[in-house]
């Protein structure tokens, strides 16, 4: 088909209520867990639908949810701040990692307690670059019995990891990120029982069409399986 033809084809499919492309945002190495597994699946049961699939920060995916450009956004803890805008569904409870330089009196340890990073300098993602990090992280501290001492806010993982290792910072991460550390930093996972990430994906209010149920559900399942 020609551009055109192309086009038209997608006007008619969703004025009959057919959906021609998915479009989903996704943080990073999350998609290695919980959308790769069922990817295959998608498309034998939807071979008609055209998956787009973007490699998105918390603050893009947002951002192109807002404009129209995504239909789904895997996206953690900043979902729960946007109120009634998106509807939203959590699909896991992820543990959590203290982000360490490697040479920390702790980095080789398999586990410990969050209250043991009293008084080490944190640094976090700014509010910009991931809405809600910040405040979820002093939650887990005041959880633990303190309140983190901030000491950077970054505006990228990398700018993260750089400071960690360069001001001998800490931070705190989903342990999905724990398989491929950078050099110079340790992922330690926290012991504590509520130390937990939620995974959580945000949709477009309004009328869900069945391809977009089933991925959804699909990739809840195969979350469960982790």
Do not use: M
């Amino acid at each position: 088909l020609k551009d055109n033809d192309l086009a038209w084809a997608q006007v008619i499919a969703h004025a009959q209520g057919r959906q021609t492309q998915l479009r989903i945002g996704y943080l990073g190495l999350s998609a290695a867990r919980f959308l790769t597994p069922v990817l295959g699946r998608f498309q034998e049961a939807y071979p008609d639908i055209k998956l787009w699939l973007f490699d998105q920060t918390p603050k893009e995916q947002l951002g192109a949810l807002r404009s129209g450009n995504l239909d789904l956004a895997l996206i953690g803890q900043e979902g729960a701040l946007l109120g009634d805008e998106f509807y939203r569904q959590k699909i896991a409870k992820i543990g959590v990692c203290a982000v360490l330089p490697s040479n920390h009196a702790l980095a080789e340890r398999k586990s410990l307690s969050l209250s043991e990073l009293e008084g080490e300098g944190f640094i976090t993602p700014s509010e910009v670059a991931v809405p809600g990090r910040k405040k979820w992280i002093t939650g887990l501290c005041r959880e633990a019995g303190f309140r983190p001492r901030w000491i950077a806010e970054t505006e990228a993982v990398a700018e993260t990891f750089a400071r960690i290792t360069g001001e001998r910072g800490v931070s705190l991460l989903p342990d999905y990120l724990e398989k491929s550390p950078p050099p110079g930093i340790a992922f330690v996972t926290l012991s504590d029982r509520f130390a937990k990430w939620d995974f959580t994906v945000l949709r477009q209010r309004g009328r869900l069409s069945h391809a977009c149920r089933d991925l959804i559900r699909w990739i809840s399942e195969a979350a469960t399986r982790v």
